[in-house]
């Protein structure tokens, strides 16, 4: 299937790409050879393939939670620009 310029134009519009005219020309035989591959892929026979056949066996992979000693409220407000009482002071932003 041929891409014609307009094609391109459009879909680089959509994709809020500016393009070159000879970027234009790059990107419209890219579009047309991802689109020979889907149509090389829709002729296989598919049909004794049952749907997700391929999908892995999902298992958790978190690793356990452990109690471990955190930062004291000293050395994180250290860090601070400004604390008070505290807490952390940051500026207001809601008026």
Request: aromatic share 4%; glycine share 2%.
């Amino acid at each position: 299937m041929a891409i014609s310029k307009n094609d391109a134009l459009r879909v680089a519009h959509l994709a809020r790409i500016d393009l070159t005219e000879d970027e234009l020309r790059l990107f419209a035989r890219q579009l047309e050879s991802i689109i020979e591959f889907i149509d090389k892929l829709k002729e296989l026979d598919v049909s004794s393939v049952s749907p997700a056949a391929h999908t892995p066996v999902l298992k958790n992979v978190l690793r356990p939670d452990t109690i471990k000693d955190s930062l004291s409220k000293e050395a994180v407000l250290g860090n601070a620009p400004k604390s008070l009482k505290g807490h952390f002071l940051v500026p207001k932003v809601i008026e």
